[in-house]
Each structure stands twice: as C-alpha cells, then as structure tokens.
C-alpha cells in the first residue's frame, strides 16, 4: 500500500466490502483502510441493482465509522478534484 501511495497512486474503496459480514476478510482490511485515511475516495462500483443493499449498508457503515463529514468528503469532495476545471 504504501509503495503504491508513494508513486502518486489514489485509492478507492468500494463500499460493497464495507457492507459485507464483518467476519470477512476484505471489510476487516476495508475497515482498517478507511480509518487509517488510505482512501481517496469511496465508490459503489455498482454494475447491477443485485448487491445495491449490501452497497448502502456499507455506505452506512462506513459513516459509523469514519463519520459523515469524512465520507462526505470521500464520496463528493474529493471525486470533484478529479473532474477537470
């Protein structure tokens, strides 16, 4: 991780992982990633309207989390940098 943050690399965190059992692999390391500020930004990589629960309660738990304002700034903020002008 830290190499690639070295190179200039953002990293976005899907908010399915953050929905899945907590007993999972992937939101325990999606968990750790956002509460040590890894990532730029948080999208739901949503392709189909199958896994949009498991997308908004990870959204929901990453807000328990983080709290609004850092999810706020990971969902509208700094997307909005990436956009140009």
Do not use: K, W
Not at 6 to 16: I, K, P
Not at 42 to 63: K, M, P, V, W, Y
Request: charged letters at 25%.
């Amino acid at each position: 991780m830290d190499y690639f943050r070295d190179l200039g690399l953002l990293l976005q965190g899907n908010l399915q992982c953050l929905g899945e059992n907590p007993r999972e692999r992937r939101r325990q390391l999606a968990e750790r990633f956002l509460s040590e500020g890894r990532y730029f930004l948080l999208g739901t990589d949503l392709h189909n309207f199958d896994t949009l629960q498991e997308r908004l309660d990870g959204l929901s738990n990453a807000i328990g989390l983080v709290g609004e304002s850092a999810v706020d700034r990971l969902t509208v903020e700094n997307p909005r940098l990436l956009l140009p002008g």
